[in-house]
């Protein structure tokens, strides 16, 4: 290997380093997932909102509920043991119960998905509140 192959592979591997240290020593990783996974919940709220305004069907309805549930399955598994996380943790927690009773009798009539709805949804207001 001559001198300059050898000076730039080490200065690529350095390159390497770096970023490594970089992903490391700050959290962009998991917070650009916790982002996306807002996303997720907003077009998932997106949903519900278009099951109540307009035409309604069960079957949708229990798609969504799924859909809020794994959502914030996810969230939780990704909050930290700072207090804010704990804190953040106790509030997905709430709404995986409500959820979870929404989804434990079976379909629900449009009303009773209404309330469901609205109940998820000043839970996130709740949050974003205090921490976004
Ligand atoms: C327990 C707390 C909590 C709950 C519950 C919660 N969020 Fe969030 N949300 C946050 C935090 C914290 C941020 C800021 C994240 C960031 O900027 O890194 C955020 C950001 C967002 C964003 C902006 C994402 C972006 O691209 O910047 C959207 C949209 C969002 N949330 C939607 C929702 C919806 C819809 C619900 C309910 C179905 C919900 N959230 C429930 C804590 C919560």
Do not use: W
Not at 23 to 41: C, E, H, N, R, V
Not at 81 to 89: I, R
């Amino acid at each position: 290997m001559n001198k300059s192959i050898f000076l730039k592979s080490c200065m690529q591997r350095n390159y390497i380093l770096f970023g490594v240290a970089l992903i490391l020593l700050s959290t962009p990783a998991l917070a650009m997932g916790f982002k996306s996974l807002m996303k997720d919940m907003k077009a998932t709220h997106q949903h519900a909102k278009d099951l109540v305004t307009g035409e309604y069907s069960a079957q949708a309805a229990m798609v969504v509920l799924k859909a809020y549930s794994d959502e914030t399955t996810q969230a939780i598994g990704q909050m930290s043991t700072s207090a804010e996380g704990q804190d953040m943790k106790k509030r997905f927690t709430a709404m995986l119960v409500v959820l979870s009773k929404a989804q434990s009798g079976g379909q629900l009539d449009k009303s009773s998905f209404t309330t469901v709805a609205i109940q998820v949804g000043s839970q996130c207001i709740s949050c974003h509140d205090v921490y976004n």
